[in-house]
């Protein structure tokens, strides 16, 4: 056999003997990374220590043969192996999650990173002869966790999303800084330490940020092209694994920043905008292919550098042993201080929420070390310019280290997990469990019975398999009436979390039928998540407030504000309150969707009143909505109605093209001819995805026009005063001036309705002014005046309202008997 063929033979063997170590790691309930260093090792003692004579088979000597052809170097491992672990781990990780998160995980990430460097690196160089960068670069390495271990049983017994995310950004981040901070270290030991340590923190940070960024710039321009790439799937994938080495490759060698922070940083940004760029069937072909290739990349680069374990540490001495132990020691160490001392320091701060002490713990015990320590370690080894004696140092002391941590802690982390019983479901969990196994048994109860009478099956052969459910079902009614009193507030909660989970799926599906665009599908989906995590972190007053939050109006729509009232630029404003109308809209009917929701799927797994109270949220929500909703159809009536008639075209779309995909899958009609009717279906909707126009009235002069005391003058003198005005929108519930302010304008109401408080409140309509008290007295605003709706002034600066008047005696004295009547009243 080839030397080619013999690499391949070796590769496909491992490949086939990768697939039967998942189920053996659940069989003997063995984190996956600890079977596959234990597998990995074996096969290295095998190739190694294999006599000829004792191998009879020629195809089993040639296995021995491919295996041993198959050797891995760290060149390989950073070019081939490192894009996929990093850009997989990415994609698979949600990002807002991550944000609500980032200072928890940018501590554990970045800082925990540096405290373990310095830590096994002073600690070390004080016991060992090895030079103090030698030992430096030996705690980067070891400064790498993998989390798979301590994930997976998070998962098994539920702990909290936001903990998963943690470790998992964790370990992500993690390995990008280990990994920066590794690259400017090695040439500092080659270079014999020259260098200071200023230099050395500025060119890490350059590096990380510089990396960050062009990952970001990078997987946006892929997005950009992915509805270019629209209806060809294998394309538009290819694509995410051209992003995947292209962010890793170019990033380092062109400008000579972080390609590993890069590659994660685009992994994160295509997972996040992915899903709503990409058909939903793509990014689900998507996630399972680099589900795949992440699986192969990990599990072959652990196999492929345990087998170099027993080479390496072949003739290790007693105080090789020693140094390891100590790399252990400091390693924990550190590690500790970052979840004892750094986190504690969060939460006091307001930055995370409180993690108990049993978690803890087993975050700590959690932080193996895997490949890519392994990897690091082997491109110290394979660097003929680093000392012989040094390259034996790191290369023993981080393989025994990775080993101790794989058999020590990854063995020895579930009983730890069960020890401190957060293998056990909190009596809330019980509960749901309960009634989701009396819900489904009845479902099925019910089916059997059907289908038995259906099928003409025996009676008693019916009422035997039915006799063994209703036994389980008097078992599973028990335990539920059991615990209703006790989880009757927390069952609230599990029903909004449930809610707010299905609130995000309808998000997609909206998108998915093309009832909404992608624009406005973000937006809803952003708002979505952030009801569904506050409803995790503080429950019912979490959902109530994170609904109200949603109703108002962000920094971009108060941004477009100020460039139309600043610069008179009315595009920006125009877009944004198109935007709202139409986020309304659909969250209209994302939440009409809840409350059937609730009522027939939610109610059997959480109890009536618990069904209720979610009922009774989602309506004032639906009220909320819809009092912002109308406040903008009274403003707008033209436009909304084109956006209703916008939106029952789209769903007229979807359903007509629903129904000839189901006559083409059942075979009525074939392929080319419902080809041929969707392609009238989209002629006779063209235009539908476009926007209508709409356009905020806020010319100044025809604002003026509106506005009774100037309505009546001629044309010249209508420009003359537009001159003088600023048209401004104001918000609903939005201060106009405020109580004890200096007067500095005052304002004509061109449209809208504004609310003056005093005792008692007085309301302005269309043609009133206000404000004109403070200019002609000199004194502070006597009262807060609110914006009852959307809004359409004018506002007089000080100065042009002295030139107004004096140019004009008919208006100064119709203000001046108005403000004469107000100042009567007050």
């Known amino acids: ?448 019975a059907e289908i038995a009478r259906a099928e003409g099956i025996d009676r008693d052969i019916a009422d035997k398999t039915l006799s063994s459910i209703e036994a389980r079902l008097g078992v599973a009614r028990a335990r539920s009436h059991r615990g209703v009193e006790l989880m009757a507030d927390e069952m609230v909660k599990v029903g909004l979390t449930v809610a707010a989970a299905h609130e995000v799926e309808r998000c997609f599906d909206l998108l998915n039928e093309r009832i909404v665009d992608r624009r406005i599908a973000e937006m809803l989906l952003r708002e979505a998540q952030h009801v569904r995590e506050a409803v995790r972190g503080t429950g019912r007053k979490g959902y109530v407030m994170a609904a109200e939050r949603g109703l108002g109006f962000g920094p971009a729509f108060r941004f477009a504000m100020w460039v139309q009232r600043t610069i008179r630029f009315e595009k920006p404003l125009a877009a944004a309150l198109a935007d709202r109308f139409e986020f309304l809209m659909m969250q209209r009917q994302v939440l009409s969707d809840l409350v059937p929701f609730a009522r027939d799927r939610l109610q059997p797994l959480i109890g009536e009143e618990a069904a209720d109270e979610i009922i009774k949220l989602t309506a004032r929500r639906i009220e909320a909505v819809d009092q912002s909703l109308l406040a903008l159809k009274l403003q707008y009536p033209a436009y909304a109605a084109d956006l209703q008639r916008q939106y029952l075209g789209r769903i007229a779309r979807q359903r007509e093209s629903a129904a000839y995909q189901a006559l083409a899958a059942n075979l009525v009609v074939s392929g080319e001819v419902e080809r041929e009717l969707t392609a009238e279906l989209e002629r006779h909707w063209t235009g539908l995805d476009g926007r209508p126009r709409l356009d905020p009235e806020l010319s100044a002069i025809d604002l003026v026009a509106r506005v009774p005391i100037f309505r009546d003058l001629d044309i010249k003198r209508q420009q003359a005063i537009a001159h003088l005005l600023t048209p401004q929108l104001a918000l609903p519930e939005s201060a106009v001036v405020r109580r004890g302010d200096k007067g500095d304008a005052m304002y004509f109401i061109a449209s809208g309705a504004v609310r003056v408080v005093v005792e008692p409140s007085v309301e302005l309509g269309s043609g009133d002014f206000f404000g004109e008290l403070a200019l002609l007295t000199g004194h502070p605003r006597n009262a807060d005046v609110v914006a009852l709706g959307f809004c359409k002034l004018l506002a007089l600066k000080a100065r042009d309202f002295q030139r107004l008047l004096a140019q004009d005696a008919g208006l100064k004295a119709r203000i001046e008997q108005v403000a004469k009547e107000r100042l009567n009243l007050g």
Not at 317 to 344: C, K, N
């Open 1 to 448: 056999m080839t030397s080619i063929g013999l690499v391949v033979f070796g590769l496909v063997s491992l490949l086939a003997l990768m697939s039967l170590l998942p189920p053996l790691a659940g069989r003997l309930r063995l984190p996956y990374s600890v079977l596959l260093a234990v597998v990995g090792v074996i096969l290295g003692l095998a190739v190694t220590l294999r006599p000829d004579q004792a191998i009879p088979s020629p195809a089993l000597h040639d296995i021995f043969d491919a295996l041993a052809s198959v050797e891995i170097s760290s060149e390989s491992f950073i070019l081939i192996f490192l894009p996929t672990l990093l850009f997989e781990v990415a994609l698979a990780i949600d990002v807002r999650r991550l944000l609500d998160d980032i200072a928890p995980v940018l501590t554990m990430a970045v800082v925990a990173v540096v405290i373990c460097a310095l830590t096994v690196g002073f600690t070390l160089s004080m016991a060992s002869p090895v030079g103090v960068i030698a030992c430096l670069l030996l705690g980067s390495i070891v400064a790498t966790t993998d989390p798979a271990a301590v994930v997976g049983i998070f998962r098994e017994v539920g702990v909290p999303k936001r903990l998963t995310t943690l470790v998992e950004g964790e370990s992500l981040l993690n390995d990008a800084a280990a990994i920066a901070l590794f690259a400017l270290l090695l040439p500092m030991l080659l270079s014999g330490g020259e260098g200071s340590i200023s230099g050395t923190v500025l060119r890490f940070l350059i590096s990380f940020g510089g990396g960050a960024l062009a990952g970001f710039v990078m997987a946006w321009a892929a997005c950009m092209l992915f509805p270019v790439l629209n209806g060809w799937p294998k394309a538009e994938i290819t694509l995410t694994i051209a992003l995947a080495y292209l962010s890793f490759t170019l990033p380092e060698h062109y400008f000579h920043v972080s390609g590993v922070v890069s590659c994660v940083v685009a992994g994160l940004v295509l997972g996040s905008a992915g899903k709503t760029r990409m058909r939903p069937g793509t990014f689900e072909q998507m996630e399972g292919v680099w589900g795949q290739l992440g699986f192969w990349a990990n599990s072959l680069v652990f196999l492929l550098a345990a087998m170099f374990v027993p080479r390496i540490m072949e003739g290790t001495s007693l105080i090789e042993i020693g140094f390891i132990l100590l790399v252990y020691v400091a390693t924990l160490t550190a590690r500790f201080v970052t979840v004892f001392a750094l986190l504690p320091l969060l939460t006091h701060l307001g930055l995370m929420q409180r993690i108990n002490n049993r978690i803890k713990t087993v975050i700590v015990w959690g932080g193996l070390r895997g490949a890519v320590s392994l990897a690091l370690a082997l491109a110290v080894i394979e660097n003929e310019a680093v000392p012989a004696n040094m390259r034996d140092f790191i290369a023993t002391s981080v393989t025994g280290f990775v080993l101790m941590t794989l058999f020590i802690n990854g063995i020895t982390l579930r009983p730890l997990v069960g020890f401190f019983r957060l293998n056990r479901l909190n009596p809330v969990a019980r509960g749901v469990r309960d009634r989701a196994k009396l819900m489904t048994l009845t479902d099925v109860a019910n089916d059997l």
